[in-house]
């Protein structure tokens, strides 16, 4: 069964840091593009970061760039998102998520972590 | 950066009707790569529909995508209790690779 499970969220203040991680399995991890998509609490979904299937190649929203870096550890089939300088408006919830093996759409997600921004 | 609009926001269905969702681009999708999510509450999204009318695995035939262009539909034949939620569509573009989000429909039971 193919899966993500999303670990590392929780409650941080203004400025601090959090690093999520998002551990795959039932899929070859090593072959495909990977994703996090954070929801804002009520609202839409936005792409955060992407990453290619070897990690050399990232992207970042612009709200985010500067801030976020996406990695993989494709030995331990491990996706992560360290997140510094946190702002209360990065309030979300994140999924892990992998395209359909095809980078136009995100066939499979993890249940999502929820990150608080808060003094 | 092109914005996809999916209105109304809401939808009011009784169960059996058929439901029609639209999601407008403000510029062309290339290569019609538009994709259709279900999301129900504390879930996370669903993929039903990509490259605008391919079903992805698993999704009953009742969800139908079709469009192309700035123009996408989709369209759940007879609603099943199951599938009132939010819907988004989301588009992808390839050169900068960029994938955006619109805002989501809700349907809802009448």
């Known amino acids: 069964e193919v899966q993500l499970v999303e670990s590392g969220g929780g409650l941080v203040q203004p400025g601090g840091s959090l690093r999520l991680s998002c551990a795959a399995s039932?899929?070859?991890?090593?072959?495909?593009?990977m994703y996090w998509v954070r929801q804002d609490p009520g609202k839409g979904l936005v792409l955060v970061s992407s990453i290619n299937s070897d990690g050399s190649t990232t992207g970042y929203a612009d709200s985010v760039k500067g801030r976020f870096t996406i990695s993989r550890d494709n030995a331990k089939n491990t996706l992560y998102l360290q997140m510094n300088s946190l702002r209360v408006e990065d309030t979300a919830v994140y999924y892990c998520?992998?395209?359909?093996?095809?980078?136009?759409?995100?066939?499979?997600w993890g249940q999502g972590t929820m990150v608080t921004v808060s003094s | 950066e092109i914005v996809l609009t999916q209105s109304p926001g809401t939808l009011s269905f009784s169960p059996g009707e058929r439901a029609t969702l639209s999601c407008r681009a403000s510029q062309s999708v290339s290569s019609s790569f538009l994709a259709w999510y279900q999301q129900k509450p504390g879930q996370a999204p669903r993929l039903l529909i990509y490259r605008a009318s391919s079903r992805a695995t698993g999704i009953p035939d009742r969800f139908s995508g079709s469009g192309s262009g700035t123009d996408f539909t989709l369209t759940i034949s007879r609603l099943e209790p199951e599938d009132f939620a939010v819907y988004y569509c989301q588009q992808y573009g390839s050169s900068p690779p960029t994938w955006t989000f619109g805002l989501g429909t809700k349907v809802e039971i009448k």
């Open positions: 039932g899929f070859s991890f090593r072959s495909y593009w």
């Open positions: 998520a992998r395209d359909r093996s095809a980078p136009d759409a995100f066939a499979t």
